[in-house]
């Protein structure tokens, strides 16, 4: 599949409790955890849309191309939601915008394990048994589920996944494509400590 043919979708909607402040605007590597994240999306995509929440006019004036949630307050599966329903592709590459560790190879394993396994809507990383659904791959077909769900107030990302029926990937196969770190690129930012500790990472 051509680059053209894919979408990346960046989830930065939050509202970022834990941390205090907007996760996604914190520096990271001289720009921001959001910066950071498209960085590592554009060598395999045609667009970026980043699903901004409440933070839609904040990240519009920094440039992004943004999507207000149809399902306001309703968490990430509403972001989810209102970038596919933007996006005009079938395929998407789809991260939180959390993950400042995440690299281009990442992505460019998951389209090429995409490749191989087509029948399948979703596709996410599950590592030492857990399951990464907002570092993946999302068909738009998944939209009328998806839709229902949100709908029905059934908010639950992992709960929602489990009924698509997802393909998951493992170390081993990301390992095999090319992907190396696995664990440290799935690994997400959500308080003062864990950031701190990804700052002391970059020295």
């Known amino acids: ?36 994240i498209a960085s590592s999306m554009i ?12 933070h839609v006019t904040t990240y519009a004036e920094l440039g992004y191309e943004c999507v207000k949630d149809q399902y306001p307050g309703k968490g990430p599966l509403a972001g989810l939601h209102a970038a596919l329903q933007a996006s005009d592709t079938n395929w998407n590459l789809v991260c939180a915008c ?5 690299k281009p ?8 394990l995409a490749e191989s396994s087509n029948q399948h809507a979703v596709i996410v990383p599950r590592i030492a048994g857990r399951v990464h659904p907002l570092a993946g791959i999302y068909h738009r077909r998944v939209l009328t589920e998806l839709t229902q769900c949100l ?5 639950r990302v992992t709960g929602w996944l489990k ?19 696995v664990v440290d690129q799935l690994s997400n930012v959500n308080t003062p400590q864990e950031y701190q500790s ?6």
Do not use: C
């Open 1 to 36: 599949m051509s680059t053209t043919e894919w979408t990346g979708i960046i989830l930065a909607g939050g509202q970022s409790r834990r941390m205090g402040s907007n996760k996604a605007l914190l520096p990271v590597k001289g720009s921001t955890l959001l910066s950071q």
């Open 43 to 54: 060598p395999e995509v045609a667009r970026i849309i980043v699903a901004g929440g409440s």
């Open 98 to 102: 959390d993950m400042p560790l995440i």
């Open 105 to 112: 190879s990442f992505f460019a394993a998951m389209k090429q």
């Open 151 to 155: 709908d029905q107030d059934r908010l």
């Open 163 to 181: 009924e698509m029926n997802p393909l998951y990937i493992d170390v081993q196969e990301l390992e095999s494509v090319g992907v190396l770190d």
């Open 198 to 203: 990804i700052r002391n990472h970059e020295r």
